[in-house]
């Protein structure tokens, strides 16, 4: 698991390329495709995703598993949502991301398949940080830091 872990931060620092098609007007001098790189999300950006993630109620193990079938499932019932966190993770920025985020959005829904969508917003929920929080949240419970009996001074037998 630990390698995993390193594997999934090397690749997020380096960024996950999605190829979408073009705007129209890139397509009219050429250029077909245009990359969207998802790279490691700051704080802000996480916790806007995880608003977005609990809007729709769907629990890990959905994500991780999913078909074809659910795939399409998931996507009419919460492709907005789910197109909105993946434009917000792609974007990662307070400002730019309150400006654009829903024309991202729209635009993603539009021109890329429900699949890259969903892996993106895997991306962007398992592997951005929150599986740290969890283990130093783990490790913390662990040593019982603020544990009342290793406080203080033993009490002393009277005189």
């Known amino acids: 698991m630990n390698t995993e872990l390193h594997a999934a931060n090397a690749i ?18 050429g250029i077909k495709n245009i990359n969207l790189t998802l790279k490691k999300l700051y704080a802000g950006t996480l916790f806007r995703i995880s608003a977005y993630y609990v809007q729709t109620g ?3 193990e959905q994500l991780k598993e999913v078909t074809a079938h659910e795939a399409i499932l998931l996507m009419a019932t919460h492709g907005v949502t789910i197109s909105k966190a993946v434009a917000c993770g792609i974007i990662n920025s307070q400002f730019r991301g309150w ?21 993106l917003y895997e991306i962007c929920l398992l592997h951005n940080g929150t599986s740290d929080f ?10 019982k830091i603020t544990d009342p009996t290793g406080l203080g001074q033993k009490a002393k037998k009277g005189s």
């Open 99 to 119: 400006m654009f985020t829903r024309l991202l959005a729209w635009y993603i829904r539009e021109n890329m398949p429900n699949s890259k969508i969903l892996m």
């Open 58 to 60: 769907i629990t890990e």
């Open 134 to 143: 969890m283990t130093i949240t783990r490790y913390v419970r662990m040593l």
């Open 12 to 29: 997020l620092e380096r960024g996950v390329r999605a190829k979408v098609r073009a705007p129209f007007f890139c397509r009219w001098i």
